[in-house]
């Protein structure tokens, strides 16, 4: 495993994904790139107070993105910083194909079906459009860990989920 990509908003569940993901790629001295999606601008350039307010919410996106960086609590693995813009889960799998990354990690919240049916789910959609691997890091679930005895470097613990789909 050479790159990991993580993808984050202000969640709970989006934190112990970025900490899995630092974790992970630490201990198999992996490259970790970790995005934040910001919607289209719906009327770019429109107004002064539009173009103020899409510089803050690149300000917070980035903020949060180094905020979430610092999780390990060490130097950590080599990392990027991204915002992407447009839907979630296409800006995540489209970054995920042109990084060429081996892995995406993404936390979700826990939602009833009849909820995600209606609502839609990023984490669902990664699932089933994405051409790379897909861990999904389900909210409410114990902490996952990352063994360092084992030679395999395992995951352990958690209620994660992982698809292997690639490219059909």
Same mark, same amino acid.
């Given at each position: 495993? $050479? $790159?990991?990509?993580?993808? @984050?908003?202000?969640?709970?569940v ?7 993901g630092? !974790?992970?790629? /630490? ?6 790139t970790?995005?934040? &999606? ?6 770019e ?21 180094a !905020?979430l ?17 447009? /839907?979630?889960?296409e800006?995540i799998?489209?970054a995920?194909?042109? !990084? ?7 936390g979700?919240?826990? $939602?009833g079906?009849?909820? $995600? ?10 699932l ?5 691997? &897909?861990? @999904?890091?389900p909210e409410?679930?114990?902490r996952?860990r990352?063994?360092a005895?084992?030679? /395999? /470097? ?5 209620g994660? @989920?992982l698809?292997?789909?690639?490219? !059909?």
């Amino acid at each position: 495993m $050479r $790159r990991i990509l993580v993808a @984050v908003d202000s969640t709970p569940v989006a934190r112990e994904a970025a900490r899995l993901g630092l !974790e992970l790629a /630490e201990r198999v001295s992996a490259r970790v790139t970790l995005v934040h &999606v910001l919607p289209h601008a719906v009327a770019e350039g429109e107004t002064a107070d539009f173009a103020a307010f899409e510089r803050a919410c690149e300000e917070y996106a980035s903020g949060l993105l180094a !905020e979430l960086h610092q999780l390990t609590g060490r130097s950590g693995p080599p990392t990027e910083l991204a915002v992407l813009h447009g /839907e979630p889960a296409e800006a995540i799998s489209r970054a995920a194909a042109v !990084e060429d990354v081996d892995l995406v990690i993404v936390g979700t919240r826990a $939602r009833g079906a009849l909820a $995600r049916t209606l609502l839609g789910s990023v984490a669902d959609t990664l699932l089933h459009q994405c051409p790379k691997p &897909v861990m @999904v890091v389900p909210e409410g679930s114990k902490r996952v860990r990352v063994r360092a005895e084992s030679p /395999e /470097e395992e995951l352990t613990g958690a209620g994660a @989920v992982l698809s292997a789909r690639g490219p !059909e």
